[in-house]
Structure formats: C-alpha cells, structure tokens
DNA sequence: CTACCTGCAAACTCTTTGCAAGCAG
DNA sequence: CTGCTTGCAAAGAGTTTGCAGGTAG
C-alpha cells in the first residue's frame, strides 16, 4: 500500500529511515504538544489516534530521532528520560530550562540566549580546541524552587 | 560501643544523622576517588574495605547526601546516577563536564569557570527575578565525541 | 521481494521499599 | 533505652530485546 508521507516521513527518508505512520505520528505529536515528553506521555497520545501502536516503537523511534540529532533527550531527574524537537527541527526558538527540584516542574526561558549564544560559542571552541572533543550539544539546566513550592515550604 | 567519628562523621551530626562506619566510608571514598561514581561503583569500592556494608546502604546514604547537598548528583545519559562531592565540601575547585555521547568519558574542565562564575551570577538573579524562582545548583554539560570515539569512527 | 519495522511479552537494569534485627547517642 | 540505620529479599519503574508476523519501498 503507497503511504501519503508527510514533511516528517520525508526527513526520516532522508535519513535513510522508513516513513512509517507511527514515526510520523509522534514527529507530529512532538510538533504540537508542549515540550518535555515522557516516552510514555508520547505514547498516551499515539494511543489516542492510533491505538494499535505500541509502546516499543515509542522508545525505538525516540532513540532513532535522539541519534539523529532530530530531537535532544533531557534528563530533569525524575527517573524518565523527556524529549523535545531540536531547535533545527522546531519552531522554538533555543532556550533552556529552570528546573524546580521539588515539584519537577520545568520552565522553559529564552531571556538572555542571545548573549549566551555568543559567550557559549566561545567556550564550546576554545574547548574544542583544548580537549579535541566535537561537541554538538549542551545542556545548561538551573535547578531550585519554584515559587509555589517555595511557599507551600514557609508554611511548614 | 563508643565510635571515634572522623571529620564526616562530625558533619553528618551536625545535620541530625548518626555517624555510622558505613557513611563515614562512603564520604572517604568520594573525597579520595576520582569523580562521578556510580552507586555501583561506590559499592565495589566499599565492599573491598567492609563486604558487610550493602548496596542499599549506598543509595540510602547518598539520597542523604545529595538532600544536604553534600554531594550532586550527576546524569551523563548513561542510565545510572553518578555523584561528586559538592564544591564546598571537596578540595576540587568548582568545574564543568565536557562529555563523550560514544563512550560516556567525562573530562572535567575548568577553562574559563571565572568568566562563567561571572556570567552564570548575572543569568542566576536576573531568572531568580524574573520567574520568581529560588536558584541553588546547575548543570552545564557540552556533549560531543572526544578524540578517540572521533578517530574511530573515522576508519568505519 | 526483501530488508526494515512492529507489537507483544519477557528480560534487564537501576533503584526503592518492607521488615526484623542492630547500633549510635 | 529509643529511634535512627542496616542488610536482605522482594517489589517497582523505566527501558531494552527476541521473535514471528507485517509493510514500505
């Protein structure tokens, strides 16, 4: 049967990779729901459209697309790995997060990247340079309280 | 029995925990190890000098640790947690890690950690500020491939 | 047609928990 | 003594894998 590939099934093509409706389902699903996924926060929204894919081709595909650059995996330290759509891939802009170590909320902030563009840019070459290391990727990731819990611990 | 409590041990007292062998053991292991130990790795380490302590002890000991912020707790994507020794109770100065996605080698480097000092206290206030958000640790990690994995590939 | 892809169930790994016994303070 | 700590075994959670059947190209 002649599949109809989308946007998404003709990257993963490029790719060398099938155009399967799963994969295009959760490239879709990443595209339109807010960030930080779980696999099984995917998979609860395949589900809903597709019913018969399973949770294995979640955690496949997400490897798939972590491999390829096309999605980066965050780890907020709850136990579960989380996704979003790599700034190329996106139409978010780059940003980075706040992480609150209580409620594991995240908050995605893009003030000042200008200025770290330009300053990480630095650091990443000079690094490049000092330890013969290619790197294409950073995590830059603030951590404490956020304002809710914050108060719910005053009134303890 | 009366139990003579080194400098960790005095620590751990001084934030309401009993000084018992066990923990004084670990703490001594992570001043005098390289960095970014696994729980595992702890384990094996501990085991060689008293096989009667046991792994759960380790994980209890170092959520224990990590909640006085003792220690940080660290993820290099390589589906286990890794911990070191927190600035203030180390002799190692404050730095970043500069991790291999191939091989999962860590290199901890500190090029530059004084303009980042500077530079990462301006973005803490400005969000602490603006998201009204209490600030006590981040992460900064460049990932990439380091020289070895980067040669190898080469000859694939 | 063929190699890649999939769902299912089982396996695996790391981590956490319940409990009775042990020990620090 | 008393309540925090511990080791063990078992449970839990998230992720990975083997395999037989399915499908994209």
């Given at each position: 049967?002649?599949?109809?590939?989308?946007?998404?099934?003709?990257?993963?093509?490029?790719?060398?990779?099938?155009?399967?409706?799963?994969?295009?389902?959760?490239?879709?699903?990443?595209?339109?729901?807010?960030?930080?996924?779980?696999?099984?926060?995917?998979?609860?929204?395949?589900?809903?459209?597709?019913?018969?894919?399973?949770?294995?081709?979640?955690?496949?595909t997400?490897e798939i697309l972590?491999?390829?650059?096309?999605?980066?995996?965050?780890?907020?330290?709850?136990?579960?790995?989380?996704?979003?759509?790599?700034?190329?891939?996106?139409?978010?802009?780059?940003?980075?997060?706040?992480?609150?170590?209580?409620?594991?909320?995240?908050?995605?902030?893009?003030?000042?990247?200008?200025?770290?563009?330009?300053?990480?840019?630095?650091?990443?070459?000079?690094?490049?340079?000092?330890?013969?290391?290619?790197?294409?990727?950073?995590?830059?990731?603030?951590?404490?309280?956020?304002?809710?819990?914050?108060?719910?611990?005053?009134?303890?």
């Amino acid at each position: 049967m002649k599949r109809h590939c989308g946007i998404w099934g003709h990257r993963l093509r490029n790719y060398g990779f099938k155009c399967t409706p799963g994969r295009e389902l959760i490239l879709e699903i990443l595209e339109t729901s807010e960030e930080h996924l779980s696999p099984e926060e995917i998979y609860s929204k395949v589900k809903d459209e597709h019913p018969e894919i399973g949770l294995t081709t979640v955690y496949r595909t997400m490897e798939i697309l972590n491999n390829l650059g096309m999605v980066i995996k965050l780890d907020i330290g709850d136990g579960r790995a989380r996704y979003e759509l790599s700034e190329d891939h996106s139409k978010k802009s780059h940003h980075h997060h706040l992480i609150c170590s209580t409620c594991k909320k995240i908050i995605d902030y893009n003030d000042f990247v200008e200025d770290e563009k330009v300053y990480l840019l630095k650091i990443e070459k000079a690094l490049e340079k000092r330890h013969n290391f290619k790197i294409n990727n950073h995590v830059i990731q603030f951590y404490g309280k956020c304002s809710t819990c914050n108060k719910n611990e005053e009134k303890i």
